[in-house]
T-cell receptor, first 113, second 114 residues
């Protein structure tokens, strides 16, 4: 079945450091790919998405590019802030079962001032 | 404001005492789902519904029931909760007319079963 693998955390960075969170996937067909963010004590928010190969999703300084050849969707940000501290989930849409989202395990990001 | 609402947000209960977590969306979405979030496992789908009176099992349906009598509501029922159902639960909805199938999530319900 379809699956998503994310780098394990927690990832701890200093403010203004460069962020990369790796995400790779296994899927049949051509799923849409997503990054969701969960701030402490809150629900899930969509951070960005990409619907086809070579699409780049971007939002709030975060970017990720849909790479079909490497089956990857790595999340990057050039300069993180303390307010970016959260849990980040990579996910893909599985059309076969009611378009469910298949999630990675999540990566905790901690940014120190 | 377009949103998915869940109630209650927090619930502590005892083994075997039936409970219902409500979910409602105001976006006229066809699809609704329930997920549970557990540390190290991400979110896993429990049940989903493609429209009124149409429901199907997700990846972890054991111990749960759902119903979809109205398009906007999708309650999650635990008829005999057990401690292994202690988790954070999310309801989500999306429309078939968005080809990215972006899902909109509720704020979550933290359930503790003792």
């Amino acid at each position: 079945g379809n699956s998503v693998t994310q780098m394990e955390g927690p990832v701890t960075l200093s403010e203004e450091a460069f962020l990369t969170i790796n995400c790779t996937y296994t899927a049949t067909g051509y799923p849409s790919l997503f990054w969701y963010v969960q701030y402490p004590g809150e629900g899930l928010q969509l951070l960005l998405k990409a619907t086809k190969a070579d699409d780049k999703g971007s939002n709030k300084g975060f970017e990720a590019t849909y790479r079909k050849e490497t089956t990857s969707f790595h999340l990057e940000k050039g300069s993180v802030q303390v307010s970016d501290s959260a849990v980040y989930f990579c996910a893909l849409s599985d059309y076969k079962y009611g378009n469910k989202l298949v999630f990675g395990a999540g990566t905790i990001l901690r940014v120190k001032s | 404001e377009a949103q998915v609402t869940q109630n209650p947000r927090y619930l502590i209960t005892v083994t075997g005492k039936k409970l219902t977590v409500t979910c409602s969306q105001n976006m006229n979405h066809e699809y609704m789902s329930w997920y549970r979030q557990d540390p190290g496992l991400g979110l896993r789908q429990i049940y989903y519904s493609m429209n009124v009176e149409v429901t199907d099992k997700g990846d972890v349906p054991e111990g749960y029931k759902v119903s979809r009598k109205e398009k906007r509501n999708f309650p999650l029922i635990l008829e005999s909760p057990s401690p292994n159902q202690t988790s954070l639960y999310f309801c989500a909805s999306h429309t078939i007319f968005d080809t990215s199938y972006e899902q909109y999530f509720g704020p979550g319900t933290r359930l503790t079963v003792t």
